[in-house]
C-alpha cells in the first residue's frame, strides 16, 4: 500500500511540473508579442567578431601534445629553435598557427621528423614502444618562449 501511496505522489509531482513549465512558456510568449520590434533592427545582421587568440587558442591543444625537452632541445633553444610532440595527422601549416597562437611568436620555419616505432624486450614479454611525430620550430630572432627555456 505505501508503494502506491509513493508512486502516486511522484507521478503528481511530475504532472505539476510539467504544468509550471507550459505555464511560463505562455507569458514568454505574451512578453514577446508586447514588444515592439523597429524595422530597422531586423534588416541590420548583426556581425560576430571573435577575438584571434582565443578562437586560435582553442585547436592549438589538437595539434601540440607537449614541448619535448631533451638535452639536444635545450641546445636547440639557445638558437631559436623548439621542440614539440605533435599529433601524426598535422602539417607544418597547423603546426605554425598553433605556436603562433599559443605563444605569441613569429615563426620562421618548421620541421618535421618522424620518429620510427622501436621493439622493446622486458625479459621474455617483447612489444613495440611506440612511435611519434616532433616538431622543430624556429622563431624570429630576440623572441623566447619562455615556458619551455625555465
Same mark, same amino acid.
Given at each position: 500500500?505505501?508503494? #502506491?501511496? *509513493?508512486?502516486?505522489? *511522484?507521478?503528481?509531482? #511530475? ?13 514568454? #510568449? ?17 556581425? /560576430? ?8 587558442? $582553442? ?23 623548439? /621542440?614539440?610532440? /605533435? ?20 615563426? %620562421?620555419?618548421?620541421? *618535421? ?9 622486458v625479459g621474455k614479454v617483447s612489444g613495440w614502444r611506440k612511435g611519434y611525430k616532433k616538431a622543430v620550430v624556429r622563431?624570429?630572432? $630576440?623572441?623566447?618562449?619562455?615556458? %619551455?627555456?625555465?
Open positions: 500500500m505505501a508503494l #502506491k501511496d *509513493i508512486f502516486k505522489k *511522484i507521478t503528481s509531482s #511530475k504532472k505539476e511540473e510539467k504544468k509550471d513549465k507550459k505555464e511560463v512558456k505562455k507569458v514568454e #510568449k505574451k512578453e514577446k508579442a508586447k514588444k515592439p520590434v523597429k524595422k530597422a533592427e531586423k534588416s541590420t545582421p548583426k556581425k /560576430v567578431v571573435k577575438s584571434k587568440k582565443t578562437a586560435s587558442e $582553442g585547436f592549438a591543444y589538437r595539434i601540440l601534445k607537449f614541448p619535448h625537452i631533451t638535452e639536444k632541445a635545450t641546445i636547440l633553444a639557445e638558437n631559436n629553435q623548439y /621542440v614539440f610532440v /605533435v599529433y601524426n595527422d598535422v602539417n607544418k601549416i597547423e603546426i605554425r598557427k598553433a605556436v603562433e597562437a599559443l605563444y605569441d611568436v613569429k615563426v %620562421l620555419s618548421v620541421q *618535421i621528423i618522424k620518429m620510427p616505432k622501436k621493439k622493446r624486450r622563431i624570429k630572432e $630576440g623572441q623566447k618562449i619562455e615556458d %619551455l627555456t625555465s
